[in-house]
């Protein structure tokens, strides 16, 4: 009995040993053997997203903080406030900087010294679809019109890098400025303006602003990215899909639903069934997503109160 038990144990290994052979030396044909019976490598349905788990207040040390998980894909942002002077063509709105990093911890892909190409890419399209979706009024970042406003310095850091980073970070980002505080602020005598903090500080300088405050968030903007292979739709794609499927969608949604942007790097060309396909499950992941989000946030409120 226990020699059949370790020639059982025996053929299992050698048979998953060759399993992972085949699917490094022939990751196509792998992928394909799996879409046949309507299922992915890593089990999941063809139409499923990864489990997302998003974690507030991450970063002690900034105004706004988010740690989301997308499978395994990681991202943590932050945002920092600075006092700056408006622009003369908005003299009563504040601004964002949007910057997105990928350390060489996050892949094997990004070496050291060599900046990740996809980076300012994706910097790019987080800072599009946050001001285009109407998520952020910029008034709400003024403190005094012409004189002083708010500065969001929003960093992305992608600490694990397993597929569609544009999501995680998006997810990341929205839940960062949901968690964002404004903090109390004076003038000084040389007309400075500067943070004040404690209730020692609120009894000591007039404030320009009496209470911290959250943002008005609206319109929250989210994400899904879908690779297209022969017919096929996989929701929320790996990056070992993404390393071999060369046709990817990615439709951004705001809180009514309405298509905030389609983006499409190359690939093939796409059918508008296989597009309204993508929209529908993208519907299904908003939904979603905005309940975790807001699962998150009356966590954090409880954890305040306790």
Not at 3 to 18: I, P
Not at 47 to 69: D, F, M, N, Q, Y
Not at 190 to 211: C, I, P, Q
Request: net charge negative; hydrophobic share 45%; proline share 5%.
């Amino acid at each position: 009995m226990a020699a059949e038990a370790q020639a059982t144990a025996a053929g299992g290994l050698a048979g998953e040993m060759e399993m992972e052979a085949y699917r490094r030396l022939f990751p196509l044909a792998f992928l394909e053997r799996h879409l046949r019976e309507s299922v992915r490598p890593d089990a999941r349905r063809l139409a499923e997203a990864r489990p997302t788990t998003i974690a507030l207040a991450a970063v002690s040390s900034a105004h706004g903080s988010a740690l989301v998980r997308l499978g395994d894909t990681a991202m943590l942002a932050s945002i920092k406030l600075e006092v700056m002077s408006p622009s003369s063509e908005a003299p009563d709105e504040g601004s964002i900087a949007v910057e997105f990093h990928m350390p060489p911890i996050c892949s094997p892909l990004v070496r050291p010294g060599r900046p990740a190409e996809v980076a300012p890419v994706i910097s790019k399209n987080l800072e599009d679809i946050l001001m285009s979706s109407g998520m952020l009024n910029l008034k709400e970042l003024c403190l005094i019109s012409g004189k002083a406003s708010w500065l969001a310095y929003l960093d992305v850091y992608c600490l694990n890098a397993d597929g569609s980073l544009l999501d995680a970070a998006l997810i990341s980002a929205v839940a960062a400025f949901t968690h964002l505080e404004i903090p109390l602020v004076s003038v000084g005598d040389d007309g400075r303006v500067f943070t004040v903090g404690g209730n020692e500080g609120k009894a000591k300088y007039e404030l320009v602003n009496r209470e911290k405050r959250k943002l008005t968030i609206a319109n929250v903007p989210f994400s899904l990215t879908c690779a297209l292979h022969k017919g096929n739709v996989l929701a929320d794609p790996t990056a070992e899909e993404e390393s071999i499927i060369e046709t990817s969608v990615t439709i951004v949604l705001d809180s009514s639903d309405q298509i905030v942007s389609i983006q499409k790097p190359g690939g093939a060309v796409t059918s508008m069934t296989t597009i309204k396909e993508c929209i529908s499950l993208a519907k299904d992941g908003r939904r979603k997503l905005r309940e975790i989000l807001m699962d998150s946030v009356e966590a954090m409120e409880v954890d305040q109160t306790d």
